[in-house]
């Protein structure tokens, strides 16, 4: 009994005659990727701009709406306000760009109340800790001093240590932390629908400095992926295949991300581990193509390239269709089960797999014709030279 198959091995379909229409299908999403790209640009989770994110949780049902305008009246920068989990959990995730209750417009107004009590020496932030300021003077300051300085500025809630050894002046300052902040603030607005103690299910905060630096970090990431990536292509391929992974490689980060741009997905941590899961699933398609097309071309015959690598793509397209709807399957039921950052990421393997297995299709085997055709005319036009070099020049006649 002949076994089922999702595609016939011994399929003779013209797939790389589709390639002049699917050329156009990419350019369209190339172009409108970059657009985005530029015009839009990306949703920067907490992880690239700095910033919190605090899960809330509350005893009875509240609208978005509502958890918005809390959110607002407590003034927290530009909250983005999104229901967590199953409704009927109560769960809300809130992001703001605040990473503490103080900015830094009030930064300078604690910095000059307290260089106005005289003897000052230095006043310094500590980026790690928003919350946090140390202070030095030439001469004592009591605890009474500083407080009623800071008071002046806007803040009530502060607590002061003294640092430093025998006459040093040092003073480390403690600000109202942003959590007790957000505890105090939904509990004044929504009553009795917001526990105070057991409200902040989770509370993950990023300076600005420290979320560039992981910005940079994931792009370096990324650039040394794909450079090692590049290094393999080329001790594994020749110069007729590497370009065209490579050209795949680009179209499915591109278009990847302008797709991210149009789902509002939030660009983070995991949708970085995301982009290099598609880069690695993306190159394992095209070399399981391209690794046929150099068997087949052995036994080629009078075969032309293109229909070796039409013979090549339909002898693995089972093998494509089988691994990608299982991925896809797989990865499906995460996006439909989790919630936040998972579903994000789930989301993003998603778009991977159904963009990798068309490049690797429609978008690397084609390059690779083509660069095949350039390179054979080179060889006949370096062989033509040749001809003309070696030819003698006629005699002339006496």
Known sequence: MKMW???????????????KYTKWLSAAFLVGSILLLALVGPRWGIDFQGGTEVILQFEDSVGDDEVRDAAEAIDLAAPLVQRFGREEDNQ???????????????YERIMEELAALGDHESTDPIEEQPDRMEVRYTAEKSHEELRQALQAAGL???????????????????????????RSGFKEYFGDRFDE?????????VGP?????????????????????????????DIRYSPGAVA???????????????????????IVAALLTIIGYSLNDTIVVFDRIRENL?????????????????QTMSRTLITSMTTFGAVLMIALIAT????????????????????????????MLKMDAYLKERQETAALLEEDEEEPEPKARV
Do not use: C
């Open 92 to 106: 809300f995730m809130v992001q703001t760009r605040d990473v503490a209750i103080v900015d830094d417009d009030d």
């Open 298 to 314: 052995d036994f080629a015959g009078d075969k032309s390239v293109v229909e070796v690598a039409n013979q090549a793509i339909n």
């Open 5 to 19: 198959q999702i595609y016939p091995y011994d399929a003779n379909r013209d797939i790389m005659g589709k390639r």
């Open 209 to 237: 400095r420290a979320g560039e630096q992981l910005r940079n970090d994931g792009m370096l990431a990324m650039i040394i992926a794909l450079i090692a990536i590049l290094i393999y292509i080329w001790f594994r391929f």
């Open 197 to 205: 103690r057991s409200g902040v299910q989770r509370l993950e905060s």
């Open 248 to 270: 795949a490689l680009a179209h499915d980060i591109t278009i990847a991300l302008g797709i991210f741009i149009i789902l509002d997905i939030e660009f983070s941590l995991p």
């Open 340 to 367: 936040g950052l998972i579903e994000d990421f789930a989301m993003a393997l998603m778009v991977g797999i159904v963009v990798g297995t068309y490049s690797s299709i429609f978008v690397a085997s084609p390059v």
């Open 156 to 182: 009530d809630e502060v607590d002061i240590q003294n640092r430093g050894q025998r006459e040093e002046y040092w003073y480390a300052l403690t600000f109202q932390d942003l959590q007790r902040h957000l």
